[in-house]
């Protein structure tokens, strides 16, 4: 008799029940030109993504968007201000409820800067109680 697969089902589905090991924290990257960080919450009935990108090198502009990675959306780009040196650009993305993202910035040269996991805290959380 087998057991391997009754274990291995068991073990998945403790794996996709957990909590991601990012949730809730803010993910950052950079790449010498721009500072990419985005952090998630469960807001109502959508996840809000907060994202800041800071200008390091000189002006810049970009667009943003991020992917789903529960299943795969990818969401219309958005414009992020033409930023100077040193200068932040802020914003917000709304995503499905109790999903993870990548964030991505792009130039208009074609880099990319992404950030993931992007993942809010779970609903009743008592370390995200009072914040913003």
Do not use: W
């Amino acid at each position: 008799m087998r057991k391997t697969p009754v274990l291995a089902l068991a073990l998945l589905g403790v794996a996709l029940s957990a909590t991601p090991a990012h949730a809730g924290d803010t993910v950052c990257e950079q790449d010498g030109v721009a500072r990419l960080c985005a952090t998630a919450q469960e807001v109502q009935d959508v996840t809000s993504i907060q994202y800041t990108v800071t200008q390091l090198d000189g002006p810049g502009s970009y667009q943003i968007s991020y992917v789903d990675l529960s299943d795969g959306f990818t969401m219309t780009p958005q414009d992020v201000s033409p930023l100077r040196y040193q200068e932040q650009g802020t914003g917000f993305l709304y995503g499905a409820l109790q999903h993870c993202f990548r964030v991505v910035l792009t130039s208009p040269a074609g880099t990319s800067l992404d950030v993931e996991p992007v993942c809010p805290s779970p609903a009743g959380d008592p370390s995200t109680i009072g914040e913003n």
